[in-house]
């Protein structure tokens, strides 16, 4: 019978087939596509936040994490969810762009929004 043991963190990196990172900020995402026990693939997507506390040389870095981990029969779902979701805040959007918040510069008022068709995404 095989132990079982948890992996090291070269071993799970070894397990990554593809991999995106997208840099938001202080966040950064990563889409990484592994495989299952199975050699069934999946994603993992992983949002890690640089928390800084204290100030000066008493500062210390550390990473908040969270996973998702999305399976190929959720993909249709999932994309649905997501573009319905990202349509919804485009419309909201343009209900008030017509009246600018005072924080709103005149630049950022002329900024192209992304159309609603950009974010479908078909198999």
Do not use: C, W
């Not at 990196?13 to 069934?40: C, L, P, W």
């Not at 779902?77 to 005072?102: C, M, Q, R, V």
């Amino acid at each position: 019978m095989e132990e079982f043991r948890r992996k090291t963190a070269d071993e799970i990196e070894k397990d990554v087939i593809f991999s995106h990172a997208i840099k938001a900020g202080k966040r950064i995402y990563y889409m990484d596509v592994r495989k299952t026990r199975k050699d069934e693939m999946y994603l993992s997507i992983t949002e890690s936040k640089k928390i800084t506390t204290g100030e000066g040389e008493d500062a210390k870095v550390s990473f908040e994490k969270h996973k998702i981990f999305l399976y190929r029969e959720d993909f249709s779902n999932f994309i649905d969810g997501l573009t319905k979701t990202i349509k919804f805040i485009h419309e909201a959007e343009k209900e008030y762009s017509d009246a600018p918040a005072p924080e709103t510069t005149a630049e950022e008022q002329t900024e192209e929004q992304p159309k609603q068709d950009d974010f479908k995404i078909e198999f």
